[in-house]
């Protein structure tokens, strides 16, 4: 008789534009795990699905969501509202199954806070330098320059809640950060003693993406 065990929560975070939501996409695909499906209140890019990438609902929906307690993390971003529902998640992490999440340091705090039952492990994206970050923020479905200038303002923000994750890893090139990010997920406790040797490294990156 097998033994029971609990899912675990994998929340990746970034700031905008650091390539965050292709790396879980990619975990999502390799790994096989459940990939939590945030609602949120701002408009759909053109090639984003509705049910798929996010749920995309409207303001009072949203309040009325917060009202009725149903998410386990919301937080209000570049003047759009984003959310996690509470119960498709338990149902998955009771019955064993990994969850990941793509959500920005607010929403890892507040489910850092609730001290729910379930094992959390954080990793926090980072690009390889501003310019890259620009350009990807650019080059999106943004023909507007203001809306990434917005962006970039916000990084300086996002970017110092990278002390607070578990894991720091550099997306400098896709297949190898997933490589990186799979050596995490397949033995975190393993990973942690060689993890240790590149915070020198992760710190010069961040002063430099701060400087």
Known sequence: MSIKTDGILFIFSSPSG????????????????????????????SNEVHGKDYYFVSDNEFKELIKKEEFLEHAKVFNNFYGTLKRPVMEKLNHGQNVLFDIDWQG?????????????????????????????????????????????????????????YDFVVINDNLEKCYQEVSEIINDFEKFKHSYLAKKVKIENHVKKLLS
């Open 18 to 45: 650091a390539g965050k939501t292709t790396l879980v996409k990619l975990v999502e695909k390799k790994e096989n795990f459940f990939i939590s499906v945030s609602h949120t209140t701002r408009k759909p890019r």
């Open 108 to 164: 890892t705090k507040q489910i850092r806070d609730k001290k729910i039952k379930f094992k959390i492990i954080s990793i926090f994206v980072l690009p390889p330098s501003k310019q890259v970050l620009y350009n990807r923020l650019s080059n999106r479905d943004m023909k507007d320059k203001l809306i990434a200038s917005e962006r970039m303002k916000e990084f300086y923000k996002d970017v110092k809640h990278w002390i607070d």
